[in-house]
């Protein structure tokens, strides 16, 4: 492994020359591996061009909040180094994209991620090519300048000035959302109840469903409103909005600026989450992702490290929506990953999240969907199953290195960032005990 001589300055962490630099040290390592899986794929008729381009394309954002160490109601176990501004937040996330290259934006969540001015905010993820994606409110939790409290929910409350005041809160949240050039708001609710008979099930979905109208003639024309739901937690027994069928329902209701967001891990196990993406998709509802592995609920594990060939099969629905014209565009859709790092080095699982997408993105653009879609008419059951397996064996990561190669970013961003030291420097730069707002 290459390592410079020079110190970098802890303000920037690295320089496209060190990335450049060392990616030449690993560059004939890379192309022979990259010309033997080009000669394979060609012997399929398989042109790995396209398909670099698309992975060099392809863009997920990171969430503020996974910058720093999440914890569980256990504990939490700090790693030291953690952003402690919105500035170092963005700062972490270019630091993360000069690696990826598929990093290039990030998602707040309000009220963590306040400040005094948000455009001094916004020209500076600009000055380090980072742009924003959708923002997020936040009425699950109790904030300390608020007069009602969310404990019995916030937009299905059963009380008209706590609806108000969540009502204000998202409204607020799209305020801030265009002083920094947002999107899209998405809404998550913790609203819900843990016990039999707390709640009126249709009042607390109507009361909801009128909360969040108002919210939607509030939203920018150009803007979109995401509704993500959750089976479960904070409330046990029951969630307002628990299932992809409630979300859509309430975005039918709203209007076309009403998408549904789907996070991977708000599923009971089991659950066939690629055809939900296929039926969201070819309605034209997939408005946003939130990308996890879990393994029991929303356990927010690094994406892939569990369940690689489910995440494939959902970018196969993805892909074959693209393919087919299906109203979903891949590039309307707000792609972020949803995760808590309890175990890992926040921004080392965030590569490793970044790879495992960009993985199971490569196998899916590998399927022949005119092949596909032919066996699957004539019933050739078991031909259709071949096509999956071979597309998901091969080792197309010499595909996802290339495309970060073409990106300017690194061939090998995780073990650049470890002989770089760049979590020794963030620590002697932000001291041991810093720790990001979020959960
Ligand atoms: C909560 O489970 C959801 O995944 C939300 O997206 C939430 O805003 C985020 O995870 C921060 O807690
Ligand atoms: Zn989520
Ligand atoms: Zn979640």
Redesign the pocket.
């Known amino acids: 492994m290459f390592t410079p001589k020079t110190k970098q300055p802890s303000e920037m962490m690295t320089t496209p020359e060190l990335i450049a630099q060392t990616n030449q040290s690993l560059l004939a390592d890379h192309q022979h591996q990259l010309y033997h899986l080009q000669e394979i794929l060609a012997k399929k008729q398989i042109d790995i061009e396209p398909v670099i381009q698309k992975l060099q394309a392809f863009q997920v954002s990171v969430?503020s909040?996974a910058l720093g160490t999440g914890g569980t109601r256990f504990g939490r176990f700090p790693i030291g180094g953690e952003p402690r501004s919105i500035e170092e937040k963005i700062a972490d996330t270019s630091l993360l994209h000069q690696l990826t290259g598929s990093n290039n934006a990030i998602s707040l969540?309000i009220p963590w991620d306040t400040s005094l001015d948000y455009s001094a905010v916004r020209q500076f993820a600009h000055s380090r090519g980072i742009k924003f994606d959708a923002i997020?409110s936040?009425t699950?939790q109790d904030h300390p300048q608020q007069v009602y409290s969310y404990k019995y929910g916030s937009l299905s409350h059963t009380k008209a000035e706590v609806r108000r005041q969540a009502i204000e809160h998202n409204c607020e949240v799209i305020n801030i959302g265009q002083q920094l050039g947002s999107k899209a708001l998405?809404t998550?609710l913790?609203d819900g109840a843990n016990f039999p008979g707390q709640n009126n099930f249709r009042k607390a979905y109507e009361r909801t469903a009128e909360s969040l109208q108002e919210i939607y003639r509030y939203l920018p024309t150009h803007w979109q409103m995401l509704i993500?739901y959750?089976p479960y937690?904070p409330n046990f027994y029951s969630m307002v909005i628990p299932d992809w069928g409630t979300a859509l329902l309430l975005a039918q209701q709203l209007g076309d600026q009403a998408q549904v967001?789907v996070?991977l891990?708000?599923h009971l196990p089991n659950t066939n989450i690629e055809q939900i993406i296929a039926r969201l998709a070819g309605i034209g509802r997939l408005g946003g992702f939130?990308f996890?592995g879990s393994s029991y609920g929303?356990d927010?594990l690094t994406t892939g490290a569990l369940k690689p060939y489910r995440l494939f099969l959902i970018f196969q629905e993805l892909v074959n929506a693209m393919w087919s014209d299906a109203p979903t565009n891949a590039s309307d859709i707000a792609w972020?990953i949803?995760a808590?790092h309890n175990t890992k080095d926040p921004i080392e699982d965030l590569m490793q999240a970044t790879e495992g997408i960009l993985i199971e993105y490569a196998h899916a653009l590998l399927i022949d969907q005119k092949m596909l879609e032919y066996m699957q008419e004539e019933n050739e059951v078991v031909q259709a199953q071949e096509i999956l397996q071979a597309a998901f064996r091969v080792d197309v990561r010499p595909l996802v290195a290339e495309a970060r190669f073409r990106n300017k970013a690194c061939i090998d961003p995780l073990t650049f960032f470890r002989a770089q030291r760049i979590r020794a420097a963030l620590i002697e730069k932000r001291g041991v005990a810093s720790r990001a707002t979020?959960?």
Do not use: A, Q
């Open positions: 969430p909040w969540h997020n936040n699950f998405t998550w913790g993500e959750k937690e967001l996070d891990g708000h939130h996890n929303d927010d972020m949803d808590s979020g959960l």
